[in-house]
C-alpha cells in the first residue's frame, strides 16, 4: 500500500485497471470550460426516442410491469425478437433462443464469460468499440488484432483473419456496420469468412448493433444465416441505435437452445433482467410504427452526404462508410497528428472529436466523426472550422 492508496488497491484481482483516459478526460474539461461546443465525438442519437416507445413504457409503468422479469427477458419481447430476426434478417432463431440483456454491452461481457478461457484467443477487427477488449482481458483471455485499412474501406479481409488463426483462437467478433469506421463487411467476404471459421472451427460473435444504418446500397449479411454458421454464431443486438434508445439500456444476444441455456444462469448474476419497463418499450420499438426508424435513417444520411462533401472540399480521406452514423477522417494531409488536430479543433472552433486512439488504433492519423448533431449544428461546425482553418491545418 502506498501513501494515499486505500487497503482496497492491494486487495485489487487485476482484473480491475485503471482507464487510460488522460487525453479524452482532459478534451472534456477543455471542453467543458469553452461556450457553445459542438459535439461531434459519442455514439449517442441526438434524437429522441420516438414517442410511441416512450408511451409504451408508461403504460407499462402504470400496468405495474415493475417487478423482476424472466432473467431471459419477458416472453413478449423474446418472441417479437425471434420474429424481428427471422424478417429482417432471415435469422432462425426460437425465442427461447433470444437472452435480452442491459444493453448490448451486458451482451458482450454474458459471451466472454461464457466462452474466453484464460489464454484464449478471441480475433477482434482494429480499429473497434474497446468494451470488448476489455471484456476479453476481464475473462483472462487474449486480444488478436486483425487489421483493417482505408484503402479497403475497412472491410475485414478474410484473408488477414485466416492469418492469425491459431491454436489458442477461440472466437472472432465480426462487427458489421463497423465502429469507428462504419465499414460494411460485403456478403461475399461475409461468406469466405463463414467458410474459414468452418473449416478452423472457431465460433462467431456476430454483433450487427450497426446493421439498420445502411447506406448508398451497402449490403448486410447475417453470417449465422450461412449454412453450418448457426451452430457456432451468436448474434448480438441491440436498440441504442437503431431506436436512439441508449439510455434505455436494451439489447439481446440469440443462438442455438443449447447453447442459451447455460447462460440463464450468468445472466441472472449479471443484472437479473434488463429494467422491465425498457423491455416493453422495446418491445414496442419491434411492433410499433417503423417511421420514426425510417426518419432517422435518412436524416443520417443526409448529414454524411452532407459531411462527406465538406471533407473532400479540405482535401481531408476516409474510408467510405457503408453504414452506421460514423466517418473515420484521415487527417494527414492538415499536417497534424489526430491528437494535436482534435486539440486545435476544439480550441479554434469549439468542435469537439477524439482521436482514433481512443478505437484502438495507435498510428495517431485519424478521427471519428459522429453525425449525432442537426444539419444545422453540422454546418454551423463546417462554418466555424472553415473560418479558423488557418490555425487549425499545420
Ligand atoms: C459495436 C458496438 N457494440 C455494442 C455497443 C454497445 O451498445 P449498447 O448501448 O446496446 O450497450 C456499441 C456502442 O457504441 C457499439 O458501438
Not at 138 to 151: R, Y
Request: proline share 6%.
Amino acid at each position: 500500500m502506498t501513501a494515499g492508496e486505500s487497503r482496497l488497491i492491494a486487495a485489487l484481482s487485476g482484473r480491475a485497471k485503471e482507464e487510460d483516459v488522460s487525453f479524452r478526460t482532459k478534451m472534456l474539461e477543455m471542453a467543458a470550460k469553452l461556450p457553445d461546443v459542438i459535439a461531434m465525438g459519442r455514439g449517442d442519437p441526438d434524437f429522441h426516442t420516438p414517442a410511441h416507445i416512450v408511451e409504451a413504457a408508461k403504460a407499462a409503468i402504470d400496468r405495474n410491469e415493475h417487478h423482476y422479469t424472466h432473467p431471459a427477458g419477458v416472453p413478449q419481447l423474446r418472441q417479437a425478437i425471434a420474429k424481428h430476426l427471422a424478417d429482417d434478417y432471415g435469422l432462425a432463431y426460437d425465442q427461447d433462443e433470444v437472452i435480452v440483456t442491459a444493453g448490448t454491452q451486458e451482451a458482450v461481457m454474458l459471451c466472454m464469460l461464457a466462452l474466453v478461457k484464460p489464454g484464449d484467443e478471441v480475433l477482434l477487427p482494429a480499429p473497434r468499440f474497446t468494451s470488448y477488449d476489455t471484456a476479453i482481458q476481464m475473462c483472462g483471455g487474449t486480444v488478436v488484432e486483425v487489421p483493417t485499412v482505408q484503402e479497403t474501406d475497412y472491410a475485414l479481409l478474410p484473408s488477414e483473419i485466416e492469418k492469425r488463426i491459431g491454436p489458442k483462437t477461440k472466437a472472432l467478433v465480426l462487427i458489421t456496420p463497423n465502429n469507428p469506421t462504419g465499414a460494411v463487411t460485403p456478403p461475399d467476404m461475409i461468406k469466405e469468412i463463414a467458410r474459414i471459421c468452418i473449416e478452423k472451427d472457431i465460433v462467431v460473435l456476430s454483433d450487427e448493433i450497426y446493421a439498420k444504418l445502411i447506406f448508398d446500397g451497402s449490403e448486410h449479411l447475417s453470417i449465422g444465416t450461412l449454412p453450418g454458421m448457426r451452430e457456432r454464431t451468436i448474434t448480438l443486438n441491440g436498440f441504442s441505435k437503431s431506436h436512439a434508445m441508449t439510455g434505455w439500456r436494451v439489447g439481446y444476444l440469440a443462438a442455438p437452445k443449447d447453447f442459451i441455456r447455460r447462460l440463464i444462469e450468468p445472466r441472472h448474476t449479471l443484472s437479473i433482467n434488463a429494467a422491465t419497463p425498457s423491455q416493453w418499450a422495446a418491445l414496442a420499438a419491434l411492433t410499433g410504427p417503423q417511421e420514426p426508424v425510417q426518419a432517422m435513417l435518412k436524416a443520417y444520411g443526409e448529414r454524411r452526404t452532407y459531411m462527406m462533401g465538406e471533407l473532400d472540399r479540405w482535401g481531408l480521406s476516409y474510408g467510405h462508410p457503408g453504414g452506421a452514423f460514423y466517418i473515420y477522417v484521415n487527417v494527414s494531409s492538415t499536417g497534424r497528428l489526430a491528437a494535436d488536430f482534435c486539440e486545435r479543433l476544439l480550441l479554434e472552433a469549439r468542435v469537439l472529436l477524439l482521436p482514433g486512439t481512443s478505437f484502438a488504433d495507435p498510428a495517431g492519423r485519424h478521427t471519428r466523426i459522429g453525425l449525432l448533431q442537426p444539419i444545422e449544428r453540422i454546418r454551423e461546425a463546417v462554418a466555424r472550422i472553415d473560418a479558423a482553418k488557418a490555425k487549425i491545418w499545420a
